[in-house]
């Protein structure tokens, strides 16, 4: 059965965007500047969203387990869209929980209550799914090969829970375990599954994995890949990892009293130096991903529901090594 669509296309007066602040220099260090905002007037029934994810500097889409809805946010375009809500078909959405998306694959959701991976258009067709027995903390597309990657916190390990980093083929089988006590590089072996002291991020092959338990080095994990990304001493204390294939960048967040501050690293093949400076966000503010220079994550909007908004990381501003291949 072909599924239907709750939207909110409305016609709304532009809000002005909050935060705007001083430019800054032109290149090491500057303040974002907004980039989209969802206006206070506009009512979308978020809740709880657990995962954020985007093809496009323009979109943003968020799973949300406690509204069982996976909602897309065009502010620009004054459009607002779930899929799943209210208990509509597609029958597979019940407690959408972590997405992966690619704009070649489509949307895929894992849902909690059936413990699936199902894979949609982005219209919202079902195509496919298939289960698994693990829930994952970390769920993304892999580009080579083509397949997921999930990260996975563990209890099979003694006492305490152990990082797992599992890839399947996109139709869920050909599984491969790239990180355990047992795989994968052996500073991160060890590497602890609890709160804060390791963080994951899109490699787009692969992940990256930051252990405080080794809190100078990033390390990629994937089939077919091995980079390392050195962190400078006054970054290892940073609490987010985000990062940017499509920018070939990651970005290590802080947390300031009135702000937030991100540190970008280059993390293309052959830069001696990947340290390029930090971008400032003013108000209350919290990130969620970085999509092509783009910063995008929620503000306390109406009634106290989470509000889309995003900012510009002015990323075409840093100066950038030259490499060669």
């Known amino acids: 059965m072909r599924r239907k669509w ?12 909050a935060g705007c602040g001083d430019m ?9 500047l907004p980039y989209w905002q969802q206006p206070d007037t506009t009512f979308v029934p978020t809740i709880g969203p657990t995962d954020v994810k985007t093809v496009s500097r323009s979109s943003m889409w968020a799973a949300d387990p406690v509204a069982k809805a996976v909602f897309l946010f065009i502010p620009e375009q004054s459009r607002y ?29 894992y849902d909690g209550e059936t413990r ?14 298939f289960q698994i027995e693990f829930l994952p903390a970390v769920m993304e597309f892999s580009r080579a090969p083509i397949g997921y990657l999930f990260g996975v916190a563990s209890s099979d390990f003694g006492s305490s829970r152990r990082v797992l980093i599992i890839r399947t083929d996109a139709l869920g089988a050909s599984r491969d375990t790239l990180l355990s ?3 994968g590089p052996p500073s991160l072996r060890d590497a602890r599954a609890t709160p804060g002291q390791t963080l994951m991020a899109s490699s787009g092959n692969g992940l990256w994995v930051w ?29 987010g990892l985000l990062s940017d294939p499509a920018a070939d960048m990651l970005w290590l967040g802080h947390v300031e009293t009135t702000s937030g501050r991100y540190s ?3 993390t293309r093949p052959g830069v001696s130096e990947p340290f390029l400076g930090t971008r400032t966000t003013g108000g209350q503010f919290s990130p969620r991903l970085v999509h092509d220079g783009i910063l995008m994550g929620w503000y306390e909007g109406e009634q106290g529901r989470p509000a889309a908004k995003a900012f510009d990381l002015l990323v075409d501003r840093f100066r950038r090594q030259v490499v060669t291949e």
């Not at 699936?116 to 799914?129: A, C, K, N």
């Open 6 to 17: 709750i939207s909110w296309n409305m016609a709304l007066v532009c809000a002005a965007l």
């Open 24 to 32: 800054g220099s032109e290149g090491d260090e500057a303040a974002a």
């Open 81 to 109: 869209a779930a899929i799943g809500a209210d208990d509509r078909e597609p029958v597979q959405i019940r407690v959408p929980a972590k997405l992966a998306i690619s704009a070649e694959l489509g949307l895929s959701v």
């Open 116 to 129: 699936s991976v199902d894979l949609f258009t982005p219209d919202g067709e079902f195509i496919r799914g």
């Open 181 to 183: 006590p047992d795989t």
């Open 211 to 239: 252990s405080k338990a080794v809190p100078d080095t990033i390390f990629e994990v994937g089939p077919r890949s091995a980079r390392v990304i050195p962190v400078r001493p006054e970054d290892q204390s940073a609490i």
């Open 264 to 266: 970008a690293y280059d």
